[in-house]
């Protein structure tokens, strides 16, 4: 049976064959590197040549001064992330599918979705330069006849700047996937619901919402089994010692102990315990949403 589907579609089969190789070497090839964790590791001996220490790096973590800090960094950061990071996306696309003039949707559509293509070198730099006593927000803060503070340079406003840029950055990319649910909802519902008098805020609760659960669903699935996952890039682009308090988080930290300390081990322990907590949430996550809305992952 094997050999006559081979026989049959052999083109599909070779056409498949660069996407496995792709899995196998970039995806499944670096878990051998997983038993660094387990390792004082060196790179003059290798990974088979370093010496074994079990659980010592993981142990050396959480006796950490700074492992509850970054955990709670990382945690509050992507909590907020979700409860204003998530739902805002999909009332704007909400938003946008009630207008009907193409013009003016295309320009909001096209304005919304800038931010994303700008580089984060570009927009962090932004965020300091408006951010500082002498900024933007500095001068509108004399304006209206307050103090200009340097916002990066006071840990209480890091995970506001952080948050606030993140939703500005991705609100409009993000409402793409929600839009496209949006097209695919059959036009008949929303003729039947003016039948029966429901207005545009009536349809979009009892049709609209509906419609997209599944994809919301899914999304949010995925986003829970990121939430101990924080970009190190704009972290590391943003912060300084001064506000680790608030804003160093366990990729960032991960990067100083691994690229900046050499410290290989301890550092792929510390990913190794970051990757197996966001396996966990996204399993139960996964689990809630086949309970409650019928949808899930697997």
Known sequence: MVKADWKKYWQLYL???????FYIIWCYGPLYGIQIAFKNFSPRLGISGSKWVG??????????????????????INFYNLVF?????????????????RNFKRTVQT?????????????????????????????IAKIFGLA?????????????????????QFIGWNSILFMSALTGINSELFEA???????RFKQIWHVSLPGILPTIAILLVLRIGNMMNVGFEKII??????????????????????????????????????????FVLVVVANKASAVMTETSLW
Request: net charge neutral; glycine share 8%.
């Open 148 to 168: 200009p503070v340097n916002i990066l340079g006071d840990q209480k406003y890091f995970r506001t700047v952080y948050v606030t840029s993140e939703i500005w």
């Open 85 to 101: 990071g998530f739902p805002l996306p999909i009332i704007f696309a909400l938003m946008l599918n009630e207008i009907r003039r």
């Open 237 to 278: 682009l943003l912060y300084n010692p001064v506000i680790y308090e608030t804003a160093d988080v366990i990729s960032s930290f991960v990067y100083r102990k691994g690229i900046i300390d050499a410290n290989f081990g301890y550092a792929t322990a510390v990913g190794l315990f970051n990757s197996l907590v966001n």
């Open 193 to 199: 619901a003016t039948i029966d008098g429901a207005g």
């Open 111 to 139: 304005i919304t979705y800038m931010p994303y293509f700008i580089s984060l070198v570009i927009i962090c730099g932004l965020i300091r330069d408006f951010g500082a006593t002498d900024g933007v927000f500095g001068y």
């Open 55 to 76: 659980l010592g790096n993981f142990m050396s973590f959480f006796n950490s001064t700074y492992v509850w800090r970054i955990i709670r960094n990382t945690v509050f």
């Open 15 to 21: 056409l498949v064959i660069p996407l496995i190789l």
